[in-house]
Nanobody, 119 residues
């Protein structure tokens, strides 16, 4: 059974930091590109960050502006999102996403973790 389990969300004050984790199981984690998406109330889901299967290629949404860092540990089947300098606009549900593009396209979504930035 494929699972993507996010953790690390919660309530943080403006200017604070959080580290999200996403643990994958039931599939060959190291063969999948990983992404973090987010969706705020009333808004469309948007890409936060992505990392290739090897970790060599990384991309960020334009709003990140150097505040977030995505990384992965294939030995632990886990992808991370370190978020610094958080502001209220970062409040959203953050989703972990896995995709494999070779042979047959395959994708999986996590259930999401809530991040709330508020004083």
């Amino acid at each position: 059974q494929v699972q993507l389990v996010e953790s690390g969300g919660g309530l943080v004050q403006p200017g604070g930091s959080l580290r999200l984790s996403c643990a994958g199981s039931g599939f060959t984690f190291s063969s999948y590109a990983m992404r973090w998406y987010r969706q705020a109330p009333g808004k469309e889901r948007e890409l936060v960050a992505g990392i290739s299967s090897s970790g060599a290629l990384i991309t960020y949404g334009t709003f990140v502006k150097g505040r977030f860092t995505i990384s992965r540990d294939n030995a632990k089947n886990t992808v991370y999102l370190q978020m610094n300098s958080l502001n209220s606009e970062d409040t959203a549900v953050y989703y972990c996403y896995a995709a494999r593009f070779e042979v047959a396209f395959t994708e999986y979504w996590g259930q999401g973790t809530q991040v709330t930035v508020s004083s």
